[in-house]
């Protein structure tokens, strides 16, 4: 099975934790990022397949990330998807209007997250 490489951008040791049992266990490889500007830098030069975006991380946060990355045309293609605890509707819109493709709320469900991923990410058996 096709194995994506997807970065994690989560400032929480434990979120981080959770989401890369559940991203390998399902064959995927993860990168982290532990802050917002860490997040671009990575995605810049790894070129993940996906990235899973926390929003409250210190600099520059999740959405603020998540803009950046959109609208730069060598990280544009890449599908970023907000995890956050803060999941509001407003949230949740805001987040799509900085060009995130998807919103998860935490705590994350395994299901959510890999139909989430299997969605966005081109999976070649």
């Given at each position: ?96 209007r900085q ?15 890999i139909l ?10």
């Amino acid at each position: 099975v096709y194995m994506a490489l997807i970065l994690i951008a989560d400032d929480s040791p434990t979120e981080v934790y959770v989401l890369q049992k559940m991203l390998e266990k399902n064959g995927h490889q993860v990168i982290v990022a532990t802050d917002g500007e860490q997040a671009v830098a990575m995605a810049q030069s790894q070129l993940p397949q996906l990235i899973l975006m926390d929003v409250v991380m210190p600099g520059l946060n999740g959405f603020q990330a998540t803009r950046r990355l959109t609208k730069d045309s060598a990280t544009a293609h890449i599908p970023i998807v907000i995890v956050s605890s803060k999941h509001q509707e407003t949230d949740r819109m805001w987040g799509m209007r900085q060009g995130a493709r998807g919103y998860l709320g935490k705590p994350v469900a395994e299901e959510d997250l890999i139909l989430q991923i299997n969605e966005l990410v081109e999976v070649s058996v």
